[in-house]
T-cell receptor
Framework: NAGVTQTPKFQVLKTGQSMTLQCAQD?????MSWYRQDPGMGLRLIHY???????DQGEVPNGYNVSRSTTEDFPLRLLSAAPSQTSVYFC??????????????FGPGTRLLVL | SQQGEEDPQALSIQEGENATMNCSYK?????LQWYRQNSGRGLVHLIL?????REKHSGRLRVTLDTSKKSSSLLITASRAADTASYFC???????????FGAGTTVTVRA
């Protein structure tokens, strides 16, 4: 299994541009999530999905959209990039939404720089 | 807001010594998890402890949980250079499907 994959690894955007960060997993996991990691702040949850067709907001959802049309893919869209969205973005997945017994598997991250 | 807070923020130890870091949280939890992040990489799950457990071991790792104090500790025994990383605690609250991460403890193991 490839696990959780993310593309691109690094991206530079200009303010106002839009882009999609891709995330895919081949473990048939129901639960997928997006985090951003900023220095000194740990990881903050942006959006999550408990299954295909179901998404919900996390701690910092503003400026980001998600959709979950398949079990495997969970893309994150930046509609109009802002310098405040400069960060490292991590996608994660776990077997199902019952977090009681679960661990999350993380992708390698996407470094985004917004100028 | 972040649920978990790690202490200390940074820790430097000699190879072979033990490293201890703590995590405090604010609300009731289902479980608490510890993750490791090597520089420039994604997070790797280390250990999960449920709210009805008090201690758990995995290799050189020992985790304790005190729900009355809303705190957890991670002990790494006989540290190695490869243990140099950032360590994060993450809590799963009782009433939702989200993990909340702390800011992490950066551990440096000197040869």
């Amino acid at each position: 299994n490839a696990g959780v994959t993310q593309t691109p690894k690094f991206q530079v955007l200009k303010t106002g541009q839009s882009m999609t960060l891709q995330c895919a997993q081949d473990m048939n996991h129901e639960y997928m999530s997006w985090y951003r990691q900023d220095p000194g702040m740990g990881l903050r949850l942006i959006h999550y999905s408990v299954g295909a067709g179901i998404t919900d907001q996390g701690e910092v959802p503003n400026g980001y959209n998600v959709s979950r049309s398949t079990t495997e893919d969970f893309p994150l869209r930046l509609l109009s990039a802002a310098p405040s969205q400069t960060s490292v973005y991590f996608c994660a997945s776990s077997y199902n939404y019952n977090m009681i017994q679960e661990t999350q598997y993380f992708g390698p991250g996407t470094r985004l720089l917004v100028l | 807001s972040q649920q978990g807070e790690e202490d200390p923020q940074a820790l430097s130890i000699q190879e072979g010594e033990n490293a201890t870091m703590n995590c405090s949280y604010k609300t009731s939890i289902n479980n608490l998890q510890w993750y490791r992040q090597n520089s420039g990489r994604g997070l790797v799950h280390l250990i999960l402890i449920r709210s009805n457990e008090r201690e758990k071991h995995s290799g050189r790792l020992r985790v304790t949980l005190d729900t009355s104090k809303k705190s957890s500790s991670l002990l790494i025994t006989a540290s190695r250079a490869a243990d140099t990383a950032s360590y994060f605690c993450a809590t799963c609250r009782s009433n939702d499907y989200k993990l909340s991460f702390g800011a992490g403890t950066t551990v440096t193991v000197r040869a």
